[in-house]
Nanobody
Framework: QVQLVESGGGLVQAGGSLRLSCAAS????????VGWFRQAPGKEREFVAS??????SSADSVKGRFTISRDNAENTVYLQMNSLKPEDTAVYYC????????????????????WGQGTQVTVSS
């Protein structure tokens, strides 16, 4: 089992920055791929970014603004969010899994086995 706890959400003005953290416990952290997803009201959960070693990947909508990184010694994955826009407003979820046979699977919700409770990010205009 893996437990994931997100933190770092909050209210920020457009153009501002936030850093989300995902702290993991349980299964060997370094063997897991960890992803960030977000869900806005009335919308489906969507992929934001994922990482296993240093191979971070991100959605086109956040490229150049969001950076995913991990600290295996701290069992933590970070999502640095810069140049935030009102459309980034959502609940952000951390997820983890270890059964990815191809990179096309990284962005798919159903391939992640463990999920955190989410943290709210609100960007005001």
């Amino acid at each position: 089992q893996v437990q994931l706890v997100e933190s770092g959400g909050g209210l920020v003005q457009a153009g501002g920055s936030l850093r989300l953290s995902c702290a993991a416990s349980g299964r060997t952290f370094s063997s897991l791929r960890v992803g960030w997803f977000r869900q806005a009201p009335g919308k489906e959960r969507e992929f934001v970014a994922s990482i296993r070693w240093s191979d971070g990947s991100s959605a086109d909508s956040v490229k150049g603004r969001f950076t995913i990184s991990r600290d295996n010694a701290e069992n933590t994955v970070y999502l640095q969010m810069n140049s935030l826009k009102p459309e980034d407003t959502a609940v952000y979820y951390c997820a983890a899994g270890y059964r990815f046979r191809s990179s096309t699977m990284y962005s798919q919700v159903q391939n992640y086995d463990y999920w955190g409770q989410g943290t709210q990010v609100t960007v005001s205009s």
